[in-house]
């Protein structure tokens, strides 16, 4: 399977304890995105990087999360001491994107659907 | 700053009926417009994109949007669905600029009554 892939699918953790999700984009996107998807809305985004460098983040993400991509491959994003509220289908997309101004797809992985007990 | 409005929650249709999904959008720059498709426990999938040229855009699975700048709107049509349409469909927006993250509505679930 070429497609983007998400570990775990779901994740079940108690309030107070962290958790870490991976992403792993389609081989040779160097674009990378994720976004958070509650219960009854659409997604919505998070960060994004380009290469290992993190270029955009949300003020929905809080310090309490953090994103890397270390060597512009795989990505991982880390909720600490969660929170009921952080519950959520957490996505993740990636693009190839070129010199030239244009459009490029985000293609989603399944998601990993985080629940906080 | 873009924003997607999709007022329509929950739209239950008969099989082979048409249907038609609801999207409008707000932007102060040139915009590219999305559909996508959520099935239960998956990713989204794009349906069909516009991104300039005809504003009659057609996609997978027999779906097609038409583009109405006056109006802001990107409204989703089939005009029979089956019961595989079964989904959640989102709507988005980003800014014609490209490489930019996608603005979501909040989704109308599609259910199909046989």
């Known amino acids: 399977d070429t497609g983007v892939s998400q570990n775990p699918r779901h994740k079940i953790t108690k309030r107070g304890q962290n958790v870490t999700f991976r992403c792993d984009p389609i081989?040779?996107?160097?674009?990378l995105y994720w976004y958070r998807q509650t219960l009854g809305q659409g997604p919505e985004f998070l960060t994004y990087?380009?290469?290992?460098?993190?270029?955009?983040k949300s003020r929905l993400l809080s310090d309490r999360f953090s994103a890397e991509r270390p060597k512009g491959s795989f990505s991982t994003l880390e909720i600490q001491r969660t929170e009921q509220g952080d519950s959520a289908m957490y996505l993740c997309?990636?693009?190839?994107?070129?010199?030239?101004?244009?459009?490029?797809?985000?293609?989603f992985g399944p998601g990993t659907r985080l629940t906080v007990l | 700053a873009q924003s997607v409005t999709q007022l329509d929650s929950q739209v239950p249709v008969f099989e082979e009926a048409p249907v038609e999904l609801r999207c409008n959008y707000s932007?102060?720059?040139?915009?590219?417009l999305f559909w996508y498709v959520q099935y239960p426990n998956q990713g989204l999938q794009l349906l069909l994109k516009?991104?300039?040229?005809?504003?009659l855009v057609k996609g997978i699975n027999g779906f097609e949007a038409e583009f109405n700048k006056s109006q802001t709107s990107f409204h989703l049509r089939k005009p029979s669905v089956h019961i595989s349409d079964t989904a959640e469909y989102f709507c988005?927006?980003?800014?014609?600029?490209?490489?930019?993250?996608?603005?979501f509505g909040t989704g109308t679930r599609l259910t199909i009554i046989p």
């Open positions: 997309a990636s693009s190839l994107v070129g010199r030239l101004p244009s459009y490029n797809e985000q293609f």
């Open positions: 081989s040779e996107h160097n674009r």
């Open positions: 990087f380009q290469n290992e460098a993190q270029l955009e």
């Open positions: 932007s102060s720059v040139s915009v590219y």
């Open positions: 516009y991104l300039s040229g005809s504003t």
């Open positions: 988005a927006v980003t800014g014609a600029f490209g490489n930019e993250k996608l603005t």
